[in-house]
């Protein structure tokens, strides 16, 4: 596929929109949130054809990641989550996803990786409607509406918490990370898969030991998003040209990552950092 060339003043508009959007207040950012969801689910009527919002993981000289025929439309976005969770063992634990999106990553881990019991939450309604209906069959996940820095769980409820590819909406980080530890047992781990900016990326870190974790393991998992946007680019570039208004073609391109769009390059030039982490409360 061609190589998209992003240009102009609409472009320009749509990347200061997905560039900003973190920086709204909350009370802004909150709504608008709901909005782009709720509309992203019906702009896409073959919506369960989509089952993953994250930039991908593509392995670099290592093999593909072997799924069922059903699975590999999106493959890249199901390994992302293979190397999120591969930190720890995960069969026959109990697992709280913050911010499960469409699902794909909470069916995924709920069938090849067999935990006893698979929580995905989201803040978005329309999300969790779309995954009860979807994935309604399988007995070890449950999908339930609510906000990161207000888990509806008691104390000590799961082995392991993960989150890919979310926080950076998120109002509150540390009150996030400090519903984080509350939810998670003594023993437990947090599963945080994320990017920030450059200049941000210290002051997360930062974030997460003053919230009272460890870091145990980390690893620099740019280079693999940025093989499985060129790896995923045509299927995207299709999709988007198929079902996204043309007026917000630019800023849905920006905010996927095509090849072409600052994002793209963010990643491959390093403005952009992606980490994959294994917390333990310290
Ligand atoms: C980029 S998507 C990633 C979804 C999923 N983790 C994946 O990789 O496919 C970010 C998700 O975060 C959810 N989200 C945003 N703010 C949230 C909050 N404060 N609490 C819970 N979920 C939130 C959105 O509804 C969306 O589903």
């Known amino acids: ?23 709204l207040p909350r009370w802004v ?78 069916s995924y881990i709920a069938r090849y990786l067999q935990p006893r019991r698979y929580v995905g939450l989201d803040i978005s309604d329309k999300n969790v409607e779309a995954c009860e209906r979807i994935y309604g069959e ?34 509150d980080v540390m009150q996030f990370f400090a519903e984080v530890r ?6 437990g781990t947090f599963l945080l898969t994320d990017m920030r900016w450059y200049p941000d990326m210290e002051a997360l870190k930062a974030q997460i030991r003053e919230a ?6 980390e690893v620099d998992i740019a280079p693999n998003v940025v093989r499985a946007l060129e790896r995923d680019n045509e299927r995207k570039v299709e999709l988007i040209q198929r079902r996204v208004p043309k007026m917000f073609l630019s800023a849905f391109s920006e905010f996927a990552g095509t090849i072409g769009s600052d994002r793209y390059r963010a990643f491959a030039d390093g403005r952009m950092n992606y980490f994959s982490w294994n917390l333990r409360p310290a």
């Open 1 to 23: 596929m061609e190589t998209q060339e992003l240009k102009g003043p609409i472009h320009r508009l749509g990347h200061w929109i997905v560039d900003r959007f973190v920086n």
């Open 182 to 187: 509350r939810v998670l047992r003594p023993e």
């Open 29 to 106: 950012r909150l709504p608008l949130w709901r909005y782009w969801h709720a509309k992203m689910i019906n702009w896409d009527t073959e919506y369960d054809g989509v089952r993953f919002m994250n930039y991908g993981y593509a392995p670099i000289d290592a093999p593909d990641l072997v799924l069922e025929p059903e699975d590999r439309t999106e493959p890249y976005g199901a390994h992302l989550y293979h190397v999120a969770v591969s930190h720890v063992p995960v069969a026959d634990k109990e697992i709280l996803e913050v911010s499960s999106g469409r699902g794909g990553g909470a």
């Open 212 to 217: 009272g974790f460890a870091i145990e393991s």
């Open 138 to 171: 399988l007995t070890n996940v449950e999908f339930v509406q609510g906000e990161a820095e207000r888990l509806p769980f008691p104390e000590d409820a799961f082995d392991h918490v993960v989150s890919v590819e979310a926080s950076r909406a998120y109002g």
